[in-house]
């Protein structure tokens, strides 16, 4: 598998496969999003998937992969330091923010800011049709955010700050996509990257959990969250980074924001949610931005 995904890197195939993974991650987002639904408040749900990602990535990184080599530590040791800022910046906007106000904001900055770093350290290009697509992507969550905030009745005293951290937070999200691209390209083999990025980052909350004395007897939804949430994030996670080792850093992160398409379709069909001629045209435009940046290069 590794020989050939490296075969295929800057290849039509590799173009296609990058693709899929994106949009593999954008579901697998979505569903992660779904699985947190009402469950627990975002820092119990954070230190349970942690702790289930612990336990699952460990023996991987271990012994079934080669060890990182010396020269990428400083890679990895900064990769922990953004993706807890990154994770502290995402409870703090969900804690305070209706849900469906801040998600769109959040996945919107994201990838917007993410176009412009990779340009600058990558660079990356995008054409005239593609930031075409970018706007209408764009326009498409921004449009849902502020629709969902016109409806939304409660938690309105904190929606000014819970937007300034969910702008905050879209930005830590290009950070670390830009990052972790960086990181994934850096390493000979990508699933090394992967094992050890999962390991490293599912250290800080359950300690600090345990630390806090906050750490308690995980029950039945606990435990299904934390292996459920632990499977969805690797798959979440390693697709778009294996997307950005194949392709371009930017469409990866553009395609992986239709996960608000996936979200809205998973709310209606699995969990009866209303979605309405408003919602549904606003996430036509999020899809068919996406349909021209991958189609405008």
């Known amino acids: 598998m590794t020989d050939w995904l490296i075969s295929i890197e800057g290849t039509e195939t590799g173009h296609n496969v990058a693709l899929m993974l994106a949009l593999m991650a954008?579901?697998?987002?979505a569903l992660f999003g779904?699985?947190?639904?009402?469950r627990y408040d975002p820092w119990t749900s954070r230190v349970v998937i942690d702790a289930g990602l612990l336990v699952i990535s460990a023996p991987i990184?271990?012994?079934?992969?080669?060890?990182p080599p010396l020269e990428i530590w400083w890679i990895l040791a900064g990769m922990v330091v953004i993706h807890f800022v990154y994770k502290v910046l995402q409870g703090m906007t969900y804690q305070r923010g209706a849900y469906t106000v801040v998600y769109p904001v959040v996945r919107g900055t994201g990838p917007l800011f993410t176009v412009f770093t990779a340009g600058i350290i990558f660079g990356e290009t995008f054409t005239g049709t593609q930031w075409f697509g970018v706007a209408?992507?764009?326009?498409?969550?921004?449009?849902l955010s502020a629709y969902n905030l016109a409806k939304v009745t409660v938690a309105r005293d904190t929606l000014v700050p819970a937007l300034g951290l969910a702008v905050a937070t879209g930005l830590m999200v290009a950070v670390y996509t830009t990052w972790d691209a960086y990181g994934i390209r850096a390493v000979e083999?990508?699933?090394?990257?992967?094992?050890?990025f999962f390991f490293l980052t599912a250290f800080d909350f359950p300690l600090i959990a345990l630390a806090r004395g906050k750490w308690r007897r995980p029950d039945a939804g606990m435990i299904r969250l934390g292996v459920l949430g632990a499977f969805i994030a690797f798959g979440s996670f390693g697709s778009v980074m294996l997307a950005t080792r194949l392709d371009s850093v930017g469409e990866a992160a553009i395609l992986r924001e239709t996960s608000t398409v996936f979200a809205a379709l998973i709310g209606w069909l699995w969990l009866k949610e209303a979605v309405g001629p408003r919602r549904i045209a606003l996430m036509s435009l999020i899809a068919l931005?996406?349909?021209v940046v991958e189609f405008g290069g």
Request: proline share 6%; charged share 5%.
């Open 26 to 29: 954008a579901f697998l987002h």
């Open 34 to 38: 779904a699985l947190q639904k009402g």
């Open 61 to 67: 990184a271990l012994f079934l992969v080669p060890w």
């Open 136 to 143: 209408l992507l764009l326009a498409g969550l921004f449009g």
């Open 189 to 196: 083999n990508p699933f090394t990257f992967l094992a050890w």
């Open 289 to 291: 931005g996406a349909v």
